[in-house]
């Protein structure tokens, strides 16, 4: 049973910067594919970004590219998702997800096995 926790939510000031976290427990981190998706009240949940348990490539949707960077720590069993230049279009609850599939990078809602709580991020303009 993986169990994942995100952390690092919070209030920020349009322009500026996050770092999310998310720990995972259980499972075999190092070789599952990870993404960060979010939702916005009132939106469907959307894919942000992922990344790949073997060979660490990553995905990014076209709001995230070049503001957003995933990465992760195996050594740390923990997934991070480094936000910059924060807009109020960014204002939402993010997820962490474990990909079904040790190869494929998640990209829907579906393709997600294990899910963590959500923290909530706000950007003020």
């Known amino acids: 049973q993986v169990q994942l926790a995100e952390s690092g939510g919070g209030l920020v000031q349009a322009g500026g910067s996050l770092r999310l976290s998310c720990a995972a427990s259980g499972g075999t981190f190092s070789s599952t594919s990870m993404g960060w998706f979010r939702q916005a009240p009132g939106k469907e949940r959307e894919f942000v970004a992922a990344v790949r348990g073997i060979g660490s490539a990553t995905l990014y949707t076209d709001s995230a590219k070049g503001r957003f960077t995933i990465s992760r720590d195996n050594a740390k069993n923990t997934l991070y998702l480094q936000m910059k230049n924060g807009s109020p279009e960014d204002r939402a609850v993010y997820y962490c997800?474990?990909?079904?599939?040790?190869?494929?990078?998640?990209?829907?809602?579906?393709?997600?096995?294990?899910w963590g709580q959500g923290t909530q991020v706000t950007v003020s303009s």
């Open positions: 997800a474990a990909s079904r599939y040790t190869m494929r990078l998640p990209q829907r809602p579906g393709d997600c096995g294990y």
